[in-house]
Nanobody
């Protein structure tokens, strides 16, 4: 059992930055990967970025590569998403997710077992 608590969403102007946090608790040692997804109004939930928990390898969607960075604090079991050079099209509800033994590529929703509540990110023009 893993619990995820997100924070850090808000309103920011285009070109600005935000950092989202996801605090994990429970059987975090069983996690193989964690990731960030987002869902914009009228659109399906989409992959943003992920990290292999043991090795720390990160990977990103092309739409955010070079602008977003995933990092972690192992002592706090906390995952971060640093978002720079934000664009209006980044506006969405952002979700943190944790996967256990069904993770293959870490790119698909069905690979993850636990999800945070979602936090709204709004980028104004």
């Amino acid at each position: 059992q893993v619990q995820l608590v997100e924070s850090g969403g808000g309103l920011v102007q285009a070109g600005g930055s935000l950092r989202l946090s996801c605090a994990a608790s429970g059987r975090t040692f069983s996690n193989s990967a964690m990731g960030w997804f987002r869902q914009a109004p009228g659109k399906e939930r989409a992959f943003v970025g992920g990290i292999r928990w043991s090795a720390g390898n990160t990977y990103y969607a092309d739409s955010v590569k070079g602008r977003f960075t995933i990092s972690r604090d192992n002592a706090k079991n906390t995952l971060y998403l640093q978002m720079n050079s934000l664009k209006p099209e980044d506006t969405a509800v952002y979700y943190c997710a944790a996967g256990r033994d069904r993770v293959v590529t870490g790119l698909r929703e069905y690979e993850y077992d636990y999800w945070g509540q979602g936090t709204q990110v709004t980028v104004s023009s």
